[in-house]
């Protein structure tokens, strides 16, 4: 039984895909779409199983590829069959069926057969290569909300003084878990990425990423920083790195093109401290439709093979409302941030801490599990006694532990002389201010994501900045 194509050349093409689609056995054609927006408003429609197209379509990208692929339809590319770059183009764009346009028409119909046949055999995989029915990067679910009454920031009254818990030196279990060990393993094959991300507010994600970034970084481990905050991005400002054109969204035009490459990915990032390169975010807040989440996914993927470690700083907004309020895909401003926590390895979750803080905290650590499957750790930052009363470090651990089930916390000290310091220089506190509490606070979570012991344990005498609660 014929099914159902539609096509999409350019205009040198239509003879030659005439011709080749006249008395086929396989397909039927039912529309000539004049361009990529007619082609996809055809498929949304479900008005076709197969998409002939050919490399040189105007607009035509890895995004638009995979969105043909999450319509349900198949995607055969045509190209000169002397032209091996428009094949390599056509496959660098997520097709991996292709046809030579001087093809005949039982060549046509053996491909549309095999196509058939790969869809009965129980392979259950799409056109582009991508499992049926798995979404795209950053599809996740969110968590259900997790029904607790109470105030979080009632613990913080209630809790008294006496009975402090006692520190200790090792690494505890990440958010969420009982036994969950955040120390990376030297020797992976390819890079980790770590995402910082966490609650509404001036938490200090940023901060902690360049300051963690900086600490990973060394003349001999790489360290690649990607600001991908697509609502407020403050990486180039806080390293004093001026870029008229930013790196990500070069790097995810290339990408849209399938032509990123981990060479093309390191001339993008610029070299800011020994081993620690940084791809700087978006300048406006309005050209957050630059980086799409299948672009940042590639650039991710790129990221690994350059780096040891890919430290990702993105908005704290993860609602998926585009749903909502379209009919067909819409584009997806939170895209960004749910493409980073699906690809990460670890989640840094961040928070402030105070009342207001740390309530968003616990929302945030309830929503996590929905977003990501991968090892988490909380950070608390500006950590002092009057938001919360004598022994902030305990009573913060123990709220979270109560009302989010988190069974370690690093603190980071209040050090607002320290933080203006390395602003007012683009500086890392590295840099600046070397032995500064939060500087050791955040050289020690640096110990704990790469594994790496020692030093870590020097900064104990003056600030504990990983406490486990007690149980």
């Not at 259950?124 to 969110?142: C, I, L, S, V, Y």
């Not at 895209?335 to 740390?358: H, I, K, M, Q, S």
Request: proline share 7%; with cysteine; aromatic share 2%.
């Amino acid at each position: 039984m014929s099914r159902p194509l539609v096509t999409a050349v350019a205009p040198r093409w239509e003879s030659q895909v005439a011709a080749l689609l006249d008395g086929s056995t396989q397909a039927r054609l039912v529309r000539r779409c004049a361009d990529l927006p007619e082609l996809l408003g055809v498929t949304r429609a479900g008005l076709a199983e197969v998409v002939l197209l050919s490399h040189d379509l105007r607009g035509l990208d890895r995004d638009a590829v995979l969105g043909l692929g999450a319509d349900g339809v198949q995607v055969v590319g045509v190209h000169p069959r002397d032209d091996p770059d428009a094949a390599r183009a056509l496959q660098r764009r997520g097709v991996t069926t292709l046809l030579a346009v001087e093809s005949t028409t039982p060549e046509l119909d053996a491909v549309l057969a095999s196509l058939g046949r790969a869809d009965s055999s129980g392979d259950d995989r799409g056109p582009t290569g991508t499992p049926a029915g798995q979404g795209g990067p950053g599809h996740a679910e969110h968590g259900a909300d997790s029904g607790r009454r109470t105030d979080p920031a009632a613990l913080l009254v209630e809790a008294g003084p006496e009975g402090a818990g006692q520190d200790d030196a090792g690494p505890g279990p990440a958010a969420g878990t009982d036994q969950q060990d955040i120390s990376g393993q030297d020797g992976s094959p390819e890079g980790e990425v770590v995402v910082v991300w966490g609650p509404h507010g001036s938490t200090g994600r940023t901060t902690v990423a360049v300051n963690l970034a900086a600490e990973l970084a060394s003349a001999t481990t790489q360290v690649l920083l990607v600001d991908a905050d697509t609502y407020g991005a403050g990486v180039a400002q806080a390293l004093a790195v001026l870029d008229e054109s930013p790196g990500v969204a070069a790097a995810a035009r290339v990408a849209d093109q399938g032509t990123l490459d981990a060479d093309h990915l390191v001339r993008l990032a610029p070299r800011v401290r020994p081993g620690l390169l940084v791809l700087t975010g978006l300048p406006r807040a309005d050209r957050w439709t630059e980086l799409r989440e299948s672009a940042l996914a590639d650039i991710l993927q790129q990221a690994r093979s350059v780096a040891r470690w890919v430290v990702v700083d993105v908005a704290p907004t993860v609602e998926q409302d585009e749903e909502l309020s379209f009919d067909t895909s819409a584009p997806r401003r939170n895209g960004a941030a749910l493409c980073a926590l699906e690809e990460a390895d670890r989640v840094l979750v961040v928070g402030t801490g105070d009342p207001v803080g740390l309530q968003r905290l616990v929302r945030s650590v309830d929503q996590l599990p929905g977003l990501t499957r991968a090892k988490a750790q909380v950070v608390v930052t500006r950590v002092r006694p009057g938001p919360v009363g004598p022994e902030p470090g305990r009573r913060i651990t123990e709220t979270l532990r109560r009302f989010a089930g988190v069974g370690q916390v690093h603190l980071v000290p209040e050090d607002r002389d320290a933080l203006d310091a390395a602003l007012l220089h683009g500086h890392t506190l590295a840099e600046s201010r070397p032995a500064s509490p939060a500087r050791e606070s955040i050289r020690t979570l640096a110990h704990l994501v790469s594994g790496r012991r020692g030093s870590a344990d020097a900064s104990r005498s003056r600030w504990w900045p990983t406490r486990r609660a007690r149980t």
